[in-house]
Every structure is written in structure tokens, then in C-alpha cells.
């Protein structure tokens, strides 16, 4: 199957669809008021991202806690940073912190 690469107003996603009008509709389902700005379909089967392209230049630390969090929640970001309060006890903030910052190191 291949892979698509599928830039929204705010998210790039990575996603694997039969054909360009499945990727569409995996876009759709997960966020319903974006609209599709671009579609590359994948040479590979693969996708690799820089860490220098991110600006992560030093070793980072994965929050394991976060990342189960963001599993649980689907990928929902305000569902992954309840339950991340809820199992670790931290404030709003320092929960939005902790997991923004993995969902950009990609969960």
C-alpha cells in the first residue's frame, strides 16, 4: 500500500491509503474542518524526517508516559494532555509542555 504525505492548514500527515482519494478521506475523518494544501504520494514505502530540519540538534528525552498517553488519546492532543495530568499529577501547562513536545518528536 502505498504512503501518502498529506499537508492540512495546520498538520502534515503520514499516512498509508490504496489511492489519493482514500488518503483524502483518512485526512477527513481525522480532522474534519482542514482542508487538503498538498499531496505527494511516496516513492517508498518509508518516510524519514531530519532531526536538523526540526532544530533538535542535542540528545532528546522521550517521555514513554506521554507517548502511551498520546496512544490512549488516538492522537488526540487535549484528550493526551488530560489523561497525562490525570496519571502524573503535573498542572495544564506543564502537561501541554511534555506532550506537545512529543507529538513533535512523532509518537
Aim: with cysteine.
Amino acid at each position: 500500500m502505498p504512503l501518502f504525505e498529506v499537508e492540512t492548514d495546520n498538520h502534515i500527515i503520514i499516512t498509508w491509503a490504496s489511492d489519493a482519494d482514500s488518503a483524502t478521506g483518512v485526512v477527513s475523518e481525522a480532522y474534519p474542518s482542514e482542508s487538503v494544501i498538498r499531496m505527494t504520494k511516496r516513492p517508498r514505502d518509508t518516510w524519514v524526517i531530519s532531526k536538523s530540519a526540526l532544530g533538535i540538534s542535542e540528545q532528546v528525552d522521550i517521555c514513554h508516559a506521554a507517548r502511551d498517553c498520546l496512544s490512549k488519546a488516538a492522537g488526540d492532543k487535549v484528550h493526551a494532555i488530560r489523561l497525562y495530568m490525570h496519571e502524573t499529577g503535573v498542572d495544564l501547562e506543564q502537561a501541554r509542555k511534555v506532550i506537545e513536545s512529543n507529538m513533535v518528536l512523532g509518537w
